[in-house]
């Protein structure tokens, strides 16, 4: 076991890594955060912050001496960085998950390779690729490219040939997935922990509403069928157990109008559709993570109340020049709301600035106060 106040390495600054950092405090660690941005959320509240670029040698030698363990929350990570690391130090999750999870044509293979199913999809590596990838799918699709997309970027719509031969010139002959787009009844996730000995739990599913690409809400506990929702956690549990994974891993699910449960993707750390467990479960998911790394026993998983997660974005905030603030009288007095936010400096549209439950004993009032502070939040001017 690393036992506090031993120093946890975390690779990227940003709201993901400040919650860790919180997590990882509040049980006497100490954090060292590698980020190249001087003013990011994780950064600004970290026992020691190195300025450098992700794959600097110099700052991750400096990690690797001062860090007990090392972990990262974010996916595009250099792998060849990690291993490099992975050398000198223990780095959880291991450099060969990350390198999976960081590209949608390895991932995609490896989830099928688990007997696991996707969305019908081709890889495109080349121009010449793409008339074999459309066989793979009906129109209309979705071209997405294979790497460093977040938050629906680099992901385009396309309804014929043409189009998809348009949009690989537009992501500048990039590697690419063309994904049959599904018809969606439902998105959920599963986020879970897995320690050294390979023993697993599953925080309770999380049902996602996205709007454009972007995560907008949770809710726990799901109304899909149970069944469903166990076939989805023993899935994930599959994909981690592949993965020989040590840390928080998350899935994300879609269910398509037939009820059958597709993987959309892996995610090798927190994820945005598990912050309801930081105000409605014992342990969140960044305590998770945190004694994942450092062989702690694990935190319970259970939910203390039906919870609802709303993302606030940059638009939030009023129109540039003046950039007026959100009406934040409308979260903070109400007696249901819990309002996390991360200290960024610019509020641009699409960009996470933060994020709010609402918890009650009856999923219904949560979720109705929920919509209830969102549409008054709004800064409409
Ligand atoms: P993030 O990393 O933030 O989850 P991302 O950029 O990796 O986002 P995806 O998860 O691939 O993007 O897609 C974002 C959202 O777009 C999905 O959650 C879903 O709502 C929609 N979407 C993506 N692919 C499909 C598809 N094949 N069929 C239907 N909807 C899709
Ligand atoms: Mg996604």
Redesign the pocket.
């Given at each position: 076991m690393i036992l506090a106040p031993a120093t946890i390495g975390i690779i990227g600054g940003g709201q993901l890594g400040r919650l860790f950092t919180q997590a990882a405090q509040d049980l006497g660690y100490r954090v060292c955060v590698l980020e190249p941005d001087q003013y990011s959320p994780a950064g600004a509240i970290a026992d020691q912050h190195i300025v450098a670029s992700y794959d600097d040698e110099t700052a991750l030698k400096q990690l690797s001496v001062q860090c007990a363990v090392i972990t990262t929350e974010f996916e595009n990570i250099s792998a060849p960085a990690l291993k490099l690391l992975g050398k000198n130090s223990l780095v959880r999750p291991q450099d060969s998950a990350v390198a999976i999870a960081q590209d949608r044509i390895l991932e995609k293979a490896f989830i099928q390779s688990c007997g696991l199913r996707t969305?019908p999809y081709g890889a495109i590596t080349t121009s010449s690729e793409i008339a074999t990838a459309a066989k793979a799918i009906e129109f209309p699709c979705?071209l997405?490219t294979a790497r460093f997309?977040?938050?629906?970027?680099?992901?385009i719509t396309v309804h014929n040939m043409d189009e998809v031969r348009e949009g690989f010139v537009h992501f500048n002959h990039a590697p690419c997935v063309l994904?049959?787009?599904?018809d969606?009844e439902y998105?959920i996730s599963v986020i879970l922990g897995r320690n050294r000995q390979g023993e697993t739990r599953c925080f309770p599913v999380a049902e996602?509403t996205?709007i454009n690409?972007?995560?907008h809400k949770t809710i726990v506990p799901s109304q899909v069928d149970k069944a469903l929702q166990h076939s989805a956690q023993a899935a994930a549990i599959r994909l981690a157990d592949k993965l020989d994974y040590i840390g928080v891993l998350a899935v994300?699910f879609?269910i398509s109008k037939q009820g059958e449960l597709l993987i959309?993707?892996i995610?090798p750390r927190t994820h945005?559709s598990g912050h309801y467990t930081l105000d409605a479960c014992v342990t969140s998911q960044f305590e998770q993570q945190v004694r994942m790394v450092c062989d702690l026993p694990f935190g319970d998983v259970d939910l203390l109340s039906p919870v609802v997660m709303i993302n606030l974005l940059g638009d939030c905030w009023g129109q540039e020049p003046e950039k007026t603030q959100p009406h934040w009288d409308a979260v903070l007095s109400s007696p249901m709301a819990k309002l996390h936010l991360y200290a960024k400096q610019q509020a641009r549209q699409g960009r996470k600035m933060g994020h709010y439950c609402t918890l009650a004993t009856q999923l219904d009032v949560a979720e109705a106060e929920a919509e209830l502070v969102f549409k008054n939040i709004v800064n409409k001017d």
């Amino acid at each position: 076991m690393i036992l506090a106040p031993a120093t946890i390495g975390i690779i990227g600054g940003g709201q993901l890594g400040r919650l860790f950092t919180q997590a990882a405090q509040d049980l006497g660690y100490r954090v060292c955060v590698l980020e190249p941005d001087q003013y990011s959320p994780a950064g600004a509240i970290a026992d020691q912050h190195i300025v450098a670029s992700y794959d600097d040698e110099t700052a991750l030698k400096q990690l690797s001496v001062q860090c007990a363990v090392i972990t990262t929350e974010f996916e595009n990570i250099s792998a060849p960085a990690l291993k490099l690391l992975g050398k000198n130090s223990l780095v959880r999750p291991q450099d060969s998950a990350v390198a999976i999870a960081q590209d949608r044509i390895l991932e995609k293979a490896f989830i099928q390779s688990c007997g696991l199913r996707t969305a019908p999809y081709g890889a495109i590596t080349t121009s010449s690729e793409i008339a074999t990838a459309a066989k793979a799918i009906e129109f209309p699709c979705l071209l997405k490219t294979a790497r460093f997309g977040y938050d629906g970027k680099g992901q385009i719509t396309v309804h014929n040939m043409d189009e998809v031969r348009e949009g690989f010139v537009h992501f500048n002959h990039a590697p690419c997935v063309l994904e049959q787009r599904i018809d969606l009844e439902y998105e959920i996730s599963v986020i879970l922990g897995r320690n050294r000995q390979g023993e697993t739990r599953c925080f309770p599913v999380a049902e996602n509403t996205h709007i454009n690409g972007i995560l907008h809400k949770t809710i726990v506990p799901s109304q899909v069928d149970k069944a469903l929702q166990h076939s989805a956690q023993a899935a994930a549990i599959r994909l981690a157990d592949k993965l020989d994974y040590i840390g928080v891993l998350a899935v994300e699910f879609f269910i398509s109008k037939q009820g059958e449960l597709l993987i959309n993707e892996i995610a090798p750390r927190t994820h945005n559709s598990g912050h309801y467990t930081l105000d409605a479960c014992v342990t969140s998911q960044f305590e998770q993570q945190v004694r994942m790394v450092c062989d702690l026993p694990f935190g319970d998983v259970d939910l203390l109340s039906p919870v609802v997660m709303i993302n606030l974005l940059g638009d939030c905030w009023g129109q540039e020049p003046e950039k007026t603030q959100p009406h934040w009288d409308a979260v903070l007095s109400s007696p249901m709301a819990k309002l996390h936010l991360y200290a960024k400096q610019q509020a641009r549209q699409g960009r996470k600035m933060g994020h709010y439950c609402t918890l009650a004993t009856q999923l219904d009032v949560a979720e109705a106060e929920a919509e209830l502070v969102f549409k008054n939040i709004v800064n409409k001017d």
